[in-house]
């Protein structure tokens, strides 16, 4: 069982896995902004994403304008609100929590869904929603990248996405999926920061791998 | 507009490009079994994805069973089929093709949402399916660890989920969204199959980006 012909070199490998590792998502970050010749790197990442059927769902809304960006924060702090009061007893220490950074980070991308979906079959007969999950996979490598940058990145899910679209002029059949809070930082946490704050432990890899059948937790 | 002293080395960030550049969705393998080892660093990647709340949703299950993977390819097939016929006047282009590897590659890995997800409310109480995109985050680490390691990935999602899922006793509420196929290869593609294969053509990275609003093709 020898490498493949193919591999990275060593110092190569471990620089991928270290981007996978250190990746955070960042809500705290500081005042600079960024080199739109970096910014370009991190959209051309997205691009070079899979796609199903290469139907390339992504559609990436860069926020300039301040005063969008101000109604942008309204709607994710309505939200808060929202999911604070549905969390119930966790309630209070919801709100403790800092769960995003649209006012503080460089630059703010909205990331929606295409519109005309319908017409890509290819792979989405029986699953429609693996557009969704190639979004995922673009917004995974900007993340990825961003790190090799030096930059930290939040991923935002926390708004009414019909009032986000509105607000966006995002057409019907087209769905925003994240706000992306991209900017400088004074350093990645060095574990989740849901961990860090004790809202959440991570379970350990071993109890989610399974073979040939799912496995009850603790079963033989 | 410095770059950030966060950053990466100019090899390093070259190395995670290269990976995001490189990554291709292969459906051809040539058979040799995969280090333990290799494999393991793969798992570890999925692992290390985000996940909204850290609620960490995906589940993995490695096919070693050959009667079990000759099953999938069953279902797999079927889904092709019926794929075919939706595509009304492509059927026989797209029969041409080349959509799965289940028989020839190394490993055979189904991704599945776990179940019991709905007391996980924090990033998903408007946004429930920010499950799926956090799968589909683990799954673009693997894609990238696994071309840092020279081994091709493909993601099939020709099949019936609740099939797949009676097939591998997937619990209700769960649910299967990847057939990955992982192994040796003799080479990546050189672009996306898809692209090479003329079934179609990416669009440019600047139609995808928009400024402050969302813009329709040809707007000003």
Redesign the interface.
């Given at each position: 069982?020898s490498?493949?012909?193919?591999?990275?070199s060593q110092?190569?490998?471990?620089?991928?896995?270290?981007?996978?590792?250190e990746?955070r998502?960042m809500r705290h970050f500081i005042a600079?902004?960024?080199?739109p010749l970096?910014l370009q790197?991190l959209?051309?990442?997205a691009?070079?994403?899979?796609s199903?059927?290469?139907?390339?769902p992504?559609?990436?809304?860069?926020?300039?304008?301040h005063k969008?960006r101000r109604a942008i924060h309204t709607l994710v702090e309505a939200?808060r609100i929202?999911?604070a009061k549905?969390?119930g007893e966790r309630e209070a220490e919801?709100l403790q929590l800092k769960v995003e950074g649209i006012k503080d980070c460089a630059e703010v991308i909205v990331m929606?869904l295409m519109d005309k979906r319908e017409s890509h079959?290819?792979?989405?007969?029986?699953?429609p929603?693996?557009d969704?999950?190639?979004?995922?996979?673009a917004?995974?490598?900007m993340?990825?990248?961003a790190?090799?940058?030096?930059?930290g990145m939040g991923?935002v899910?926390?708004?009414?996405?019909l009032q986000l679209a509105e607000l966006?002029?995002?057409?019907q059949g087209?769905c925003p999926?994240?706000i992306l809070c991209l900017g400088?930082?004074a350093?990645?946490y060095q574990q989740?920061m849901?961990?860090q704050e004790n809202?959440?432990q991570?379970?350990p890899?071993e109890e989610?791998?399974?073979?040939?059948?799912?496995q009850?937790p603790n079963s033989p």
């Open positions: 069982m490498q493949s012909h193919l591999a990275f110092l190569e490998r471990n620089a991928v896995y270290r981007a996978i590792a990746r998502d600079a902004p960024i080199d970096i790197r959209f051309q990442a691009w070079q994403a899979p199903v059927g290469l139907m390339q992504w559609r990436m809304i860069r926020i300039t304008d969008l939200e929202e999911t549905a969390l919801f929606s079959i290819f792979g989405r007969r029986t699953l929603e693996m969704l999950a190639s979004v995922a996979c917004i995974q490598n993340w990825l990248a790190r090799a940058e030096g930059l991923w899910s926390l708004f009414d996405p966006l002029a995002i057409p087209a999926v994240a400088h930082i350093a990645y989740p849901l961990e809202w959440r991570r379970q890899l989610l791998i399974f073979e040939n059948r799912w009850a």
